[in-house]
């Protein structure tokens, strides 16, 4: 009778130890199972940048052009930033400059210290102390006179546009365009004499003598193959 019970403990004894070992053995291997569940999956090679652009950022560093160097980035729907940058100080401070195709970047920084500037002390007798902007990059169709053109991607989606609205002046004075240009006096004469000579920068330049969405900025772009200045 002794022998039995204490062939039963074993018994009892032994199943108690295999069912350990199992459940060991099934929790060792559920963190492996999360491991390799959580394995990061490779990455795709970013895309390379134009020559180009290598000699559009020399042309910057030369002009002594402080700017930040943006990754390539497909947006979708035709929406891109490729060749881009970041104007970050070319002399003049300027609002709301965001991603710039780098030869828009170049002409518009060139336009500000060549155009604007030397023309504020000639017809406004001041310095500008700062520039106003809508901004550059946005994935949208253009703007007509009568709203969104649809299906007509902006060059503003390709981070090949900005639209300009104001200057400020160190005197306290701030000219825009949509309270000067159809106004008498040197602010009016000062916006066009800078519409002027950004059409020999730029491909394209949009004033409020072109429609009623331009009525508060100025529009410059380096698309298309021809150019228009109105």
């Known amino acids: 009778m002794l022998s039995r019970r204490r062939a039963s403990k074993t018994a009892r004894l032994v199943a108690l130890l295999a069912l350990a070992a199992l459940t060991a053995c099934v929790s060792n291997r559920a963190p492996q ?16 940048n134009s020559e180009a652009f290598r000699q559009c950022k020399a042309r910057l560093d030369q002009a002594q052009v402080r700017f930040e160097t943006l990754p390539n980035q497909q947006k979708g729907g035709g929406c891109a930033i490729i060749d881009a940058v970041k104007l970050l100080d070319f002399g003049t401070p300027t609002a709301n400059l965001g991603a ?4 828009l970047a170049a002409s518009f920084a060139a336009w500000v210290r060549y ?9 406004l007798n001041s310095e500008v102390v700062r ?3 809508f901004g550059t990059y946005a994935c949208r169709d253009v703007r007509g006179s009568g709203g969104t053109i649809a299906g007509q991607l902006s060059e503003h989606a390709r981070a090949n546009a900005v639209d300009i609205s104001a200057f400020v002046l160190a005197d306290g004075r701030r000219i825009s365009v949509v309270d000067d240009w159809r106004a008498e006096g040197p602010g009016a004469q000062f916006l066009r004499v800078i519409r002027d000579s950004a059409c020999k920068r730029f491909r394209t330049v949009l004033s409020p003598d072109y429609n009623s969405a331009h009525r508060d900025h100025l529009h410059f772009d380096n698309g298309g193959k021809g150019r228009y200045c109105r």
């Open 100 to 103: 710039m195709n780098c030869e």
């Open 33 to 48: 199972r999360a491991r390799v569940a959580a394995r990061p999956q490779p990455m795709a090679a970013p895309m390379p």
């Open 115 to 123: 155009g604007v500037r030397p023309a504020a002390r000639v017809y």
């Open 131 to 133: 520039v106003e902007t």
